[in-house]
């Protein structure tokens, strides 16, 4: 992974973490921000414009990329550039939350 994928990735945005984690199985845009809602109980609205402006860059920066066109719809899936980007950002998460119990 070159410096300026982790500069611009790590730490990630709301948006950015939930996309790649709902592309871990192939999806479009609209199942991924109802699947975003439904993680998230609501608390998180992925806009249209929003989506498609990251799901762009995401593709343009090898973390996402196209499968195929289903309805008029396109379907993505994360590639393993974006697996390891995920996963850093996961760790990160989690040590930040073993940080918090820790300070209770």
């Known amino acids: 992974?070159?410096?300026?994928?982790?500069?611009?990735?790590?730490p990630?945005?709301?948006t950015g973490f939930y996309i790649l984690l709902c592309l871990r199985e192939e999806?479009?845009?609209?199942?991924?921000v109802k699947k975003t809602e439904q993680l998230t109980g609501g608390e998180i609205k992925i806009s249209p414009g929003t989506l498609y402006?990251?799901?762009?860059?995401m593709e343009k920066d090898g973390l996402i990329c196209f499968v195929?066109?289903?309805d008029k719809r396109k379907i993505y899936r994360i590639t393993e550039l974006g697996?390891?980007?995920?996963?850093?950002e996961m760790k990160r998460i989690?040590?930040?939350?073993?940080?918090?119990?820790?300070?209770k």
């Open 53 to 57: 402006g990251s799901l762009s860059k």
């Open 68 to 70: 195929r066109e289903e």
């Open 27 to 32: 999806a479009h845009g609209y199942s991924i």
């Open 12 to 14: 990630m945005t709301e």
């Open 83 to 88: 697996t390891q980007v995920l996963d850093l």
């Open 1 to 10: 992974m070159d410096s300026h994928i982790r500069k611009v990735y790590v």
């Open 94 to 103: 989690e040590r930040l939350y073993k940080s918090m119990m820790e300070v």
